[in-house]
């Protein structure tokens, strides 16, 4: 199949926009004129320093990242940010309060899909502290098992003064989102968080994993959060990128807290080792750093994050549309509740096996690429991020209209 025959719903790594894909290609032979190619040449050259740069500047531009932060590239993934947040937030608290017993510390979670799930286990595994789990939307559900949706506010149950309160936003693998009205009862309750710890009214180090939605609409109360991270294999560049959004305070010396009883931090685990050296402390990744600035470039040409967010409004609510016409006929089913609907990862299933294969057998005969769920959850899911476009979208949408036409008897 050609290119221009197919349509990549895979939820990571992803689609990524022709055009970037085209130019990208050109500076793996030639990166600006210097005939040496992008996975060539030096990331301590003045050129690379510059990409590193502008792709800094147009995350603080497009997202108003305050002063007060830091832009961090990392490797890794997210799942390596599991164990960077534990370590340095635990260093930070070390250092804030050296007297207290391991047990008289505590990390809140709250546990709304897989990636949580497993960031909560990470943190077990770790030690060092003790895992208060905040919520778990997996209580909400009819079997007890299940993640279907943004647990209720009042069963959010945050420790006094804790290590860090920690959040996914998006559940790429379930399809759990929360909400960006505030007022929703599906968003997440900044207005729950304590304020009576040692920080003297201020809220807990706040930590949310933006790996699925990171540039696909704007992020509440940014400034209030200590830590930002990333994976950049949906919606910004290539798998090997991790961008974190650090608040000065959480730059912290972590030998000296392991002087004083912390787990040792590795160095190129430790937050204020990518700061200090202007990301640049050893290799980055530097195709994807590469990569992604080009995508945040060609998003600030077609109007910035503000267009982006209302495209991809306007992409999930049709989606969602024909989904729920398909649902009210007994043909699919959607897995997550309204409110709590994730923008991106669109999951669903059918009314039995039989239905799902057919589904997925004429999607994949008209060029339509990855619909398959999740392996630990099964049924469908169609990821939209920013890189489908709307008219994407509508061939998606007139397909299922065609397979309900076609299949409901």
Not at 103 to 122: H, I, L, P, Q
Request: net charge negative.
């Amino acid at each position: 199949m050609d290119r221009s025959q197919v349509i990549n719903f895979g939820a990571g790594p992803s689609a990524l926009p022709e055009s970037v894909l085209e130019e990208a290609t050109k500076a793996l032979l030639n990166f600006q004129g210097t005939g040496i190619g992008i996975t060539e040449i030096s990331h301590r050259s003045k050129e690379f320093g510059t990409v590193v740069s502008q792709l800094e500047q147009s995350i603080r531009t497009q997202l108003d990242v305050p002063p007060t932060h830091h832009v961090l590239f990392m490797q890794g993934g997210g799942t390596q940010q599991f164990s960077s947040v534990v370590l340095n937030m635990q260093a930070r608290h070390r250092l804030l309060h050296p007297h207290l017993a391991d047990d008289e510390r505590v990390m809140d979670y709250v546990v709304t899909g897989s990636w949580s799930k497993k960031a909560v286990e990470e943190a077990r595994r770790l030690g060092g502290a003790r895992v208060n789990v905040v919520a778990d939307a997996r209580a909400h559900s009819s079997d007890g098992k299940r993640f279907v949706g943004i647990p209720p506010h009042e069963t959010f149950a945050f420790s006094v003064d804790p290590v860090l309160v920690y959040y996914c936003e998006n559940e790429t693998v379930d399809g759990v989102q929360y909400s960006p009205q505030e007022a929703s009862p599906a968003s997440f309750p900044f207005h729950l968080l304590p304020r009576g710890g040692a920080g003297g009214g201020t809220i807990p180090p706040l930590v949310a994993d933006y790996s699925s939605s990171f540039m696909s609409r704007a992020i509440p109360h940014l400034a209030d959060h200590a830590i930002i991270f990333a994976g950049a294999q949906k919606n910004i560049g290539p798998s090997g990128l991790t961008i974190l959004i650090v608040r000065e305070d959480c730059l912290v010396d972590v030998d000296s807290a392991a002087k004083m009883g912390a787990t040792p931090v590795p160095i190129i685990l430790a937050y204020k080792t990518y700061a200090d050296s202007k990301n640049l402390y050893n290799t980055p990744s530097t195709f994807a750093v590469y990569v992604a600035m080009l995508v945040l470039q060609r998003m600030e040409k077609l109007g910035g994050l503000a267009a982006v967010e209302e495209t991809n409004r306007r992409k999930q609510e049709k989606l969602y549309g024909i989904l729920a016409e398909a649902e009210e006929k007994g043909l699919l089913h959607l897995n997550v509740k309204e409110g709590s609907r994730s923008w991106m990862n669109v999951v669903f299933t059918g009314r039995d096996t039989e239905v799902e294969k057919a589904f997925l057998s004429a999607g994949e005969s008209q060029g339509f690429k990855a619909m398959e769920g999740h392996r630990s959850v099964g049924g469908m899911r169609i990821s939209i991020y920013n890189a489908i476009t709307e008219d994407q979208v509508d061939k998606v949408v007139s397909f299922i209209k065609q397979f309900i036409a076609q299949t409901v008897q």
